[in-house]
């Protein structure tokens, strides 16, 4: 019985650094958080075991993952949009976010606002437009950080509900 009883608490150990690092990479964009926060809960299982966690549950929490990475993208390119950005700008601060993604941390904060700008000097648009579009952008995807939070949030609170 205290053999068991440590594994869970290194399970539990582990999973607890994962969170952390996973909340933080959401604060401070060096990591995707949220798929951070599931590989911690799929070692716990590893480790502990799958007994209180199901294929369910790991299915609906990468899910959850999916959706904080979609959050991500969808205010990104809807900033732009709010900002008077033409569908063009939209689906540059996406494509700019994603390469902004290989160049952590600025990278998430600057690729949106240039692949929306870019995009809509490509397009022809005025220079004072495209830097609202970007602006935009920048905007959308610090304005996603308290949904992705309140997610990331769900996903460790049911992770505690459910492994104890």
Not at 81 to 98: I, Q, T, V
Not at 141 to 146: D, E, I, M, V
């Amino acid at each position: 019985m205290r053999r068991w009883v440590a594994i869970e608490i290194l399970a539990l150990i582990v999973a607890i650094i994962f969170f952390l690092v996973g909340l933080a990479g959401t604060l401070i964009p060096v990591m995707p958080g949220a798929p951070v926060i599931w590989f911690g809960m799929l070692l716990y299982g590893l480790i502990a075991g799958f007994d209180n966690l199901g294929v369910y549950f790991y299915v609906v929490q990468a899910l959850l993952a999916l959706t904080v990475m979609g959050v991500d993208y969808l205010f990104t390119a809807l900033g732009s949009r709010y900002f008077g950005g033409s569908k063009a700008a939209f689906w540059g601060a996406a494509l700019g976010l994603l390469i902004g993604l290989l160049f952590f941390p600025l990278g998430l904060f600057i690729g949106p606002f240039l692949g929306a700008m870019l995009a809509e000097l490509f397009i022809k648009s005025k220079a004072r437009q495209a830097i609202r579009s970007g602006f935009g952008a920048a905007l959308g995807f610090l304005g996603a950080l308290p949904i992705k939070l309140g997610i990331e949030v769900i996903m460790i609170t049911w992770f505690v509900l459910r492994a104890f």
